[in-house]
C-alpha cells in the first residue's frame, strides 16, 4: 500500500479540519437565519425569540 501512519495521521487531521470549517460555515448560516426569522418576527409584532 505504501502508506504510514504517518500519512495516515495526516489525512485524518485534514479530514477533521475540513469537518470543522463545515461545520463552522453551517453554524454561520444557521445564526444568520435564526437572525433572520427574529427579525420577521419582531416586524409581525410577535414576541421576540
Known sequence: ???TWVDV???GE???NAISAIQG???EILDASLEKTRRVL???GEKPL
Do not use: D, I, P
Request: without cysteine; proline residues 0%; glycine residues 6%.
Open 25 to 27: 460555515e453551517s453554524k
Open 9 to 11: 495521521r495526516r489525512s
Open 42 to 44: 419582531n416586524a409581525e
Open 1 to 3: 500500500m505504501g502508506s
Open 14 to 16: 485534514e479530514a477533521l
